[in-house]
Every structure is written in C-alpha cells, then in structure tokens.
C-alpha cells in the first residue's frame, strides 16, 4: 500500500477557474504534510506547508483533516503559470524521509 | 543564494556500466538525501546524510548502490553495475535542520541504462 494516494489527473482547466486536489496518507503517525510544485524536467520546490488549521497563501489554500488521514490544496483564480504537478508530501514523526504522491497534473487553459 | 546543484544533468549508460552522479547542498545545510523517481512512479527516498555521516539509508535498493559525502560537503551516489531498472531521475535535497522541514531539491540527474 503506497504511503501517499493522489489523484494523478490530468485537470485541465480554464483561466480564472477554481480546482481542487486531494490527497490522502496511510500511516497515523505522519507529522509533517507539504505541497510541493513541479514544472516540468524542473526541481520539485515547495508550494506550501499544510498545518492542522489550515492555512491560506494568496490564491492557495491547504486543508488537513488529520481523523480522515486527508489533504487537500484549493487553487482559486487559476493562472497560465499555475499550469504544473502538484506534489502532496508527507513525512512521519521519527523520519527525515519525505514521502510522496506520484502527483497531479494540472494544465490552465488560455 | 545558490541552490541544489546536480551532475551531470543527463546520463546514457549501458547496463554493467558504472556512473556517478554528484550533489551539491545549499551551502551550510547538514542534512543531505538522495531521492529517485522512476518512470510512472513517485519520488522515493533513498538516503539520509547528516554531514559526513549515513543517518538513515534505508531506501537504498541493493548494494550496487554507494553513496558517500567526504567531508560532509558534497555527496556522490555511485551505481555499480548500472541494470536496466535503475533508470530514472535521481534528485539530491538538502536542508539545514533535521526533522520534517522544508527540504530544497535539485534539478536531479536523468539516468538512462540502455
């Protein structure tokens, strides 16, 4: 059973659009929870840490509901450059290793 | 601030061949690992430095796979003999402290094994 379950896509969508990923882990233990961001043959970078609250930057917003063991990130007014994978990234209490979904892949469309 | 830097960017071998592929951290960052995305499939870990030493190198496949970090700078991954199914993007990451914290990635190595 893989550690982190994403929906791998494709979403495409139109400019100005509002999408939605989810994410979903295995292991309870999991303390950490990021988004990271993928352009294409590009380095992974970090999008946005995911906290128990909630947390919102700009146009993205991340959700953790750590009793359905669930992620989400919410992209409002989607833009061109937004186009990428999105990466869902987990890491566990007593490990340094990151653990990742295979990704999402997301097109905004002109 | 220079990033993650990765040699070479690509590699073609032939399977029994041997590569190696280096890492550069982010200037004063401890914690050094080394991830692999093979095709169709997600990034996985395969080890963990802190400085010189191997903290955790559990994701390592077998022992044709070395990695060293002399020094506690930079760090190689030697695949000796390289197999078909070694193909893949190797990324580095670094990050200057340990536990889940943000880790920064390089541009990762395209190893192909032909």
């Known amino acids: 059973r893989k550690e982190v379950e994403q929906d791998p896509g494709p979403f495409n969508v139109p400019e100005g659009a509002t999408v939605a990923f989810n994410c979903t882990y295995s292991n309870s233990a999991s303390q950490s929870f990021f988004w990271y961001r993928q352009d294409c043959r590009k380095e992974p970078k970090l999008l946005m840490s995911?906290?128990?609250s909630g947390n919102e930057d700009g146009r993205f917003t991340a959700q953790l509901n750590r009793a359905s063991q669930y992620i989400s990130l919410l992209i409002r007014d989607s833009k061109l450059s937004d186009s990428a994978t999105y990466l869902c990234?987990?890491?566990?209490?007593?490990?340094?290793?990151?653990?990742f979904g295979t990704g999402t892949s997301l097109t905004v469309i002109p | 601030e220079a990033g993650v830097t990765q040699f070479p960017s690509h590699s073609v071998i032939e399977k029994g061949q041997t590569v190696t592929l280096r890492c550069d951290p982010i200037s004063g960052h401890d914690n050094l690992y080394w991830y692999r995305r093979v095709m169709g499939k997600e990034i996985k870990f395969l080890l963990h430095f802190v400085k010189e030493s191997k903290q955790d190198e559990s994701g390592m496949p077998n022992n044709r796979f070395l990695a060293e970090r002399t020094g506690g700078t930079y760090s190689t991954l030697k695949v000796q003999p390289a197999e078909l199914e070694d193909s893949g993007v190797y990324f580095c990451a670094s990050s200057q402290q340990q536990g889940a914290n943000e880790q920064f990635f390089g541009p990762g190595t395209r190893l192909t094994v032909l």
């Open positions: 990234v987990v890491a566990l209490i007593w490990s340094n290793q990151f653990y």
């Open positions: 995911v906290y128990s």
